[in-house]
């Protein structure tokens, strides 16, 4: 089966339009990008965003699949668990698997757009074009208003199909809510977040330990670091956007010094431009969308964070993005109309982004706040345990988001959920590992979970 077309355009080339492009090309279609910044090849990236995030197996696969991940593998720092920050200055890392592969990954988000947008650009049917924002479309007439920013002209694009990888603020999206085609929700989370950084020592080197996504969580709140290639680490800050302690009120640099000091002394210190950074680097809004529908007439689709765009707290949102291109692509390669690519793409995806916003939210509670509470700390060290004693049926569920695409969100979901039960009543009146009763174990987890079937290796 083939798709009677040959054009495609794609508004966005950010990670999602880009390496969506790649396999898009090769089933014959001529894909044209319209991304409304300026080629960022060569420049320094923007800052003020998160600059660099977590990358994990289900990015990892789509990107070696699309033949990409072999040109940036070598800008890739591990991350082999979460190093989490006391107020009294104390370190602990909790191992994130079980095995020596199972790490994220730190990479730099400039470098892999980057990449991704040189490797697309390689493609003999693919064509980019920079500083070009759409603001409209007509989804009966098939027809976008792209507008050419440098020249300040009005395009018209032919919507064969158009396919709409524009981020968490998609024009697209508002633009089919408006018009009654889908239904769209935005919800905002009252935290924000600030980037910080700390830089590397006076000889390159990383001034904490290296391999590890380091926390610092205060309860309401949270700092978090991933390192980079060249000895430094990006810091973000978690704080509510209002309210006592929140964003708006730390407007001095006396209050911003004051609160950096008290609640993370050790951080403060690595910090030296931490107030004035704090006082220059925008406020990022962080929220979920919800969108039911994500397609009209067979003629526009939401793509990637356009159509789900989720919180980062489990470090999936561009993971997940990178598997929805996996997804459609292979549903292009199962039908001839785009009608019946988008119906099946949304029936495959839509109960997963679902299930990953829902984790990705309950995560925030667990960062900030239970990955410092002793309780949690022995229960995460159990399910490595059953994992280890009963790996057939028991792989934690951070475990099944992070290294398991073979694992849908909403399995790890599911499954997750009769977990956490399970270690609850494991561990109540448990102080210690030796402490569980791993008969009773067994038991429970062979007749609650049904053995999974995961790749080998
Ligand atoms: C603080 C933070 C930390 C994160 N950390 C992680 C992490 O560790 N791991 C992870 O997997 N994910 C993480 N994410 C999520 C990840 O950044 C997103 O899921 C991912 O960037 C989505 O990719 P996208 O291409 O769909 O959208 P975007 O990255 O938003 O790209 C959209 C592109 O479209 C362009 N565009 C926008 N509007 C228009 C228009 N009207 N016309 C033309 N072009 C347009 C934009 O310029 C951009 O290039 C994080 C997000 C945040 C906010």
């Not at 990008?33 to 420049?43: A, C, K, M, V, W």
């Not at 997963?352 to 229960?379: G, H």
């Not at 174990?441 to 609650?448: C, D, F, H, V, W």
Request: charged fraction near 25%; proline fraction near 6%.
């Amino acid at each position: 089966m083939s798709l009677p077309v040959d054009s495609v355009s794609i508004a966005g080339a950010g990670p999602t339009g880009a390496l969506l492009a790649i396999p898009l090309q090769r089933s014959g279609a001529h894909v044209t990008l319209f991304e409304s910044r300026p080629d960022p090849r060569g420049g320094a990236g923007e800052s003020g965003r998160s600059i660099n995030l977590a990358l994990a197996d289900r990015g990892i696969h789509a990107l070696k699949l699309a033949g990409v991940f072999d040109e940036i593998r070598g800008a890739l720092v591990p991350m082999r668990g979460r190093m989490v920050h006391g107020q009294d200055g104390s370190a602990s890392l909790q191992p994130y698997g079980l095995r020596p592969r199972e790490v994220i990954y730190s990479i730099s988000r400039h470098r892999l757009n980057e990449v991704l947008l040189r490797v697309a650009l390689r493609q003999p049917r693919v064509a980019v074009r920079f500083e070009h924002r759409l603001e409209d479309a007509d989804v009966e007439a098939r027809v976008a208003k792209v507008r050419d920013l440098r020249h300040g002209l009005d395009v018209s694009v032919p919507m064969r199909p158009l396919l709409a990888a524009d981020g968490a603020g998609s024009v697209m999206r508002r633009r089919m809510a408006a018009l009654g085609l889908i239904e769209a929700r935005e919800s905002d989370l009252e935290h924000g977040y600030k980037e910080l950084s700390i830089p590397a020592d006076r000889h390159g080197g990383y001034r904490m330990a290296r391999e590890a996504l380091h926390i610092w969580p205060r309860g309401g709140y949270m700092l978090i670091a991933l390192p980079n290639d060249d000895g430094s680490f990006t810091a973000t800050l978690f704080l509510p956007r209002h309210g006592p302690l929140s964003f708006a009120s730390l407007t001095s640099p006396a209050s911003i010094e004051q609160f950096l000091s008290a609640d993370f002394p050790d951080a403060r210190a690595l910090m030296p431009d931490c107030v004035a950074e704090f006082q220059r680097n925008p406020t990022g809004f962080l929220g979920t969308v919800h969108a039911a529908g994500w397609h009209a007439s067979g003629t526009a689709a939401l793509v990637g964070d356009a159509a789900h765009a989720i919180v980062p707290f489990h470090g999936q949102g561009l993971n997940c993005c990178f598997e929805d291109c996996l997804e459609f692509d292979a549903c292009a390669a199962r039908h001839s109309s785009w009608q019946d690519v988008f119906e099946e793409f949304y029936a495959i995806r839509k109960p997963d982004t679902e299930a990953i916003a829902a984790i990705s939210l309950e995560n925030y509670l667990e960062m900030r706040e239970r990955v410092a509470d002793p309780k949690f700390q022995l229960q995460q060290a159990l399910a490595l345990e059953l994992e280890r004693r009963f790996p057939a049926r028991f792989i934690p569920r951070y475990s099944m988001v992070m290294f398991h695409h073979e694992i849908p969100y909403r399995t790890a979901l599911e499954r997750g959920i009769i977990q956490a039960r399970l270690l609850e009543q494991l561990t109540a009146g448990a102080a210690a590992l030796e402490d569980i009763d791993y008969g009773l174990a067994g038991r429970e987890i062979e007749s609650r979970l049904a053995p999974i079937v995961i790749s080998p290796g």
